[in-house]
């Protein structure tokens, strides 16, 4: 069913909340260690595309938003990179197994309704050895932060599109076949009352 609110507002305002100097350089570090052909899933409006280091061949993006896809387009077509859309959901990839060197998520595994799912997956279409570049929000250490993020999680979802505030991302990526090389986890800059929003985990694992 049609959602006005999902399908055209969100993808706009996540645009707007994301393209800043502070998350890329964020962006920047979590696309750092790949390689070759990169899954991309949440391709969302293509934030990522100026990021992409030299030895990236070939990106292929996994986004279920068709406004996200249109906002995507102009990056898209200034990218030098190949950028190729393919499937809808990271949940179920229409890759191949072993197929891919490497992959990347940036603020996407809080909204995919199963984030374990979509490892799975990656897991099962990165060559053993492969990359995994990330940069997520996710559950703090802290516990009056925490308790904020489990008390506002259901409301975060209807208004966010999904969004968990309180998924423990490196747990969740180590329990799906990948070691963690490298590990930040800090809270944003900016006013207390943002915290529930701000914890991040920025790093890169190895497929195993
Ligand atoms: C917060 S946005 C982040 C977009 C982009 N990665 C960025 O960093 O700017 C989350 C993205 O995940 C996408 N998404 C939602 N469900 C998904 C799914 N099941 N598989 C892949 N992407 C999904 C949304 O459409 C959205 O573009």
Redesign the pocket.
């Known amino acids: 069913m049609r959602n006005p609110w999902n399908d055209y507002v969100l993808?706009r305002m996540?645009?707007r909340l994301?393209d800043n100097r502070t998350v890329a350089v964020y962006?920047t570090r979590a696309a750092s260690n790949l390689t070759g052909e990169v899954v991309?899933?949440?391709?969302?409006?293509g934030?990522?595309v100026p990021v992409y280091p030299e030895g990236v061949t070939k990106v292929v993006a996994?986004?279920?938003?068709l406004t996200?896809r249109k906002l995507a387009r102009e990056r898209v077509e200034a990218s030098n990179i190949p950028i190729e859309f393919s499937g809808?959901?990271?949940?179920h990839l229409p890759l191949p197994d072993a197929s891919a060197d490497s992959a990347l998520?940036?603020?996407?595994l809080?909204?995919?309704?199963d984030a374990g799912q979509?490892l799975a997956e990656l897991h099962r279409v990165l060559k053993p050895g492969g990359t995994f570049g990330f940069v997520e929000h996710g559950l703090s250490p802290d516990p009056a932060i925490r308790r904020w993020q489990n008390r506002l999680n259901t409301t975060q979802q209807l208004i966010a599109?999904?969004?968990n505030l309180n998924r423990g991302i490196d747990q969740l990526i180590t329990a799906h076949g990948f070691t963690i090389n490298q590990l930040e986890t800090f809270e944003m800059p900016g006013p207390k009352l943002a915290a529930p929003w701000g914890y991040i985990y920025l790093g890169s694992a190895t497929r195993n």
């Open positions: 993808p996540t645009e994301l962006r991309e899933i949440g391709f969302g409006s934030l990522n996994v986004e279920p938003s996200a809808l959901d990271g949940q998520s940036t603020f996407t809080c909204t995919i309704p979509a599109g999904g969004c």
